[in-house]
């Protein structure tokens, strides 16, 4: 019995302690930099301690270094002239067709990424990230995380500026990356259909 407690008690500690040491490391590195962030997204990663991919973005928005406001994050997101609905849906009922309802609704060009429709809402679609046109610097999501994360890395490269998860379709690890390559993300929870205004009819 005493055996079984103490080898329970080596396993805690085998998990605890690397932990803390990232913990601890990360805390100290806070003033250093972007090779702060790395060190930091790397102890999440090995840690599975999730609130560590904001540390060092809390440390910039305390100390006022250049990291915009929500409002401001809306704004430069909304002053695009095209978005792409990325997990658009033929369901009226989905988050996916509100989304781009909602754009339609407030006069906005929105183009629906979906590899399995044709049109939708009476748009025509793109079945891919790749297919958007050049013109088009924002886009919401509407993926389940798994899905976010394989996504983003590809709107980066085809040259997306501004991407907004929907809540349900954050991930912390392309959230991570968006903000390492300068994305303007919103992830926070805010919701286009509320900040734009959306009537299901």
């Not at 609704?105 to 399995?116: C, E, H, L, S």
């Not at 997306?160 to 990356?177: D, R, T």
């Amino acid at each position: 019995m005493n055996q079984g407690i103490e080898e329970a008690g080596k396993e805690d500690k085998a998990i605890i302690s690397p932990c803390l040491v990232h913990l601890t490391r990360a805390g100290e590195a806070l003033s250093s930099g972007y090779a702060a962030y790395e060190l930091i997204r790397g102890a999440a990663r090995q840690t599975g301690i999730r609130i560590l991919f904001e540390l060092y973005y809390f440390k910039q928005q305390i100390n006022g270094e250049g990291v915009m406001s929500a409002q401001e994050q809306i704004n430069q997101f909304l002053s695009a002239g095209f978005f792409g609905v990325v997990g658009a849906s033929s369901n009226r009922q989905k988050f996916g067709n509100r989304v781009l309802r909602c754009y339609l609704q407030n006069g906005k060009q929105a183009i629906p990424v979906n590899p399995n429709e044709s049109e939708i809402e009476g748009v025509a679609c793109v079945k891919s990230v790749e297919e958007l046109p050049a013109t088009v610097k924002s886009i919401s999501m509407i993926t389940p995380p798994a899905v976010t994360e394989q996504l983003v890395p590809r709107a980066i490269a085809h040259g997306i500026e501004n991407i907004w998860m929907q809540p349900g379709a954050e991930s912390p690890v392309a959230v991570a990356l968006c903000r390492e390559k300068g994305i303007n993300v919103i992830a926070d929870g805010s919701c286009l259909l509320v900040v734009l205004g959306f009537h299901d009819h």
